[in-house]
């Protein structure tokens, strides 16, 4: 992310594996996230993340990493493309921030949240 304030800075960055019932990593998912807005990502956001805003130019927005994330992972668990996507489960050690954030930027969206969580604190 690009702050700590869910609402107001946002997603820059986004990784995902997707593993197996035990823990095997299946396959992995990447890609920078050009901010939706620029004036929130200051110089102290490019000191945290070691990401310049040069860095994010060619990255897609957002909504296009939101949409191929999804994407991704209907064709690595071999589903076609409207398939859902409710018993995909998120999770992670302290990731409710991270949730936190990208539950904000599905709202913003107006895209239907489809995720189960399962947060480890």
């Given at each position: ?11 820059i960055q986004?990784g995902?594996?997707?593993?197996s019932n ?9 890609s920078?996230?050009y901010?939706d807005k620029?004036?929130?990502y200051?110089e102290y ?7 310049t805003?040069d ?15 999804e ?10 493309p ?16 991270d949730?936190?954030?990208l ?8 895209l239907?949240?489809?995720?189960v969580?399962?947060v480890n604190?």
């Amino acid at each position: 992310m690009s702050g700590s304030k869910v609402g107001y800075y946002d997603l820059i960055q986004i990784g995902v594996v997707i593993a197996s019932n035990n823990w095997a990593n299946l396959s992995e998912f990447e890609s920078l996230a050009y901010p939706d807005k620029e004036e929130a990502y200051t110089e102290y956001s490019e000191e945290v993340n070691a990401i310049t805003l040069d860095d994010l130019e060619d990255a897609p927005m957002s909504h296009q990493v939101i949409e191929n994330i999804e994407a991704w992972i209907r064709k690595s668990l071999k589903r076609n493309p409207t398939a859902s996507l409710t018993d995909v489960v998120l999770c992670g050690q302290s990731v409710i921030n991270d949730i936190n954030f990208l539950k904000q930027k599905y709202d913003e969206l107006n895209l239907d949240w489809t995720w189960v969580l399962s947060v480890n604190p």
